[in-house]
């Protein structure tokens, strides 16, 4: 029985500072705010049409 209270003891440690950290980087770090700038080709925008059409 006590390897076993020491192994849930090491799950729990190792759980604890896991989630330690994460609690400090979503509570200290801000993130940059900044303009995102995405090219689309001209052919994605205004397509041409390729073949005739069908009535």
Sequence with gaps: MPT???FLVVCAVIAGSIYGA???LATFVE???RDVTIRLPSERVNPQ???T???
């Design 4 to 6: 076993l209270f020491r």
């Design 22 to 24: 994460m609690w400090a």
């Design 31 to 33: 993130p940059k705010q």
């Design 49 to 51: 049409p390729t073949g």
């Design 53 to 55: 059409v069908q009535k």
